[in-house]
């Protein structure tokens, strides 16, 4: 079975969210530095000076460029590669399920949990009545897209509908 996830995606995932949180914390420490210089340079002006207003003026510019960095930076690639890290340590305890079932295609991109995912579609009994039906098993964004062929059966595990392993399986037609 070809295996998708290493420990090391683990650890660069979390590597990754910790440098994203660290260049946030930089930036809020020198906002607040800054802030905090021109309330002192704000409260050493004398009373009614002509800078007041200048000094309350870039105090709001300063705000307004980190607020437009902020909300971004964290609401978006802050969040993706925490939800990541989050699907990766949901690997290690959650319940994986094994299967064999002929491919059928490959549906449009799909966000999953916060992370991007391909999806494929497989073809799967119906336990309650008779006939097949889909079921969509979810390909992370960032890893290559199994080589599967429309018809074909293919052995995999999942965990949360997510690919874990695969093992393309040959027909038995193909090898006559």
């Known amino acids: 079975m070809i295996k998708l996830y290493s420990d090391d995606d683990l650890w660069n995932a979390v590597r990754q969210k910790?440098?994203?949180?660290?260049?946030?914390?930089?930036?809020?420490?020198?906002?607040?530095?800054?802030?905090v210089g021109c309330a002192v340079w704000?409260?050493?002006?004398p009373y009614k000076d002509s800078m007041q207003k200048w000094?309350?003026?870039i105090v709001c510019v300063i705000t307004a460029v980190f607020l437009m960095f902020a909300f971004p930076y964290m609401g978006i690639s802050y969040k993706r590669s925490k939800a990541y890290v989050k699907m990766l340590r949901f690997f290690s305890d959650g319940l994986k399920e094994c299967c064999v079932a002929p491919f059928e295609g490959v549906d449009d991109w799909l966000t999953h949990d916060g992370v991007d995912v391909?999806?494929?579609?497989?073809?799967?009994?119906n336990v309650k009545r008779d006939g097949m039906m889909t079921r969509?098993?979810?390909v992370d964004?960032?890893?290559d897209f199994p080589p599967f062929k429309e018809g074909v059966k293919a052995k995999f595990v999942?965990?949360?509908n997510i690919l874990l392993e695969y093992e393309?399986?040959?027909?038995?037609?193909e090898k006559e």
Do not use: T
Not at 24 to 29: E, I
Not at 168 to 173: G, H, K, P, S, W
């Open 168 to 173: 393309i399986l040959e027909n038995e037609e």
């Open 18 to 35: 910790r440098r994203l949180l660290a260049v946030f914390l930089v930036v809020l420490a020198v906002w607040i530095l800054a802030v």
């Open 55 to 57: 000094v309350i003026v």
């Open 158 to 160: 999942v965990q949360g």
């Open 141 to 143: 964004g960032e890893k």
């Open 136 to 138: 969509q098993i979810y």
């Open 42 to 45: 704000y409260a050493m002006l």
């Open 118 to 125: 391909n999806v494929a579609d497989f073809s799967v009994p």
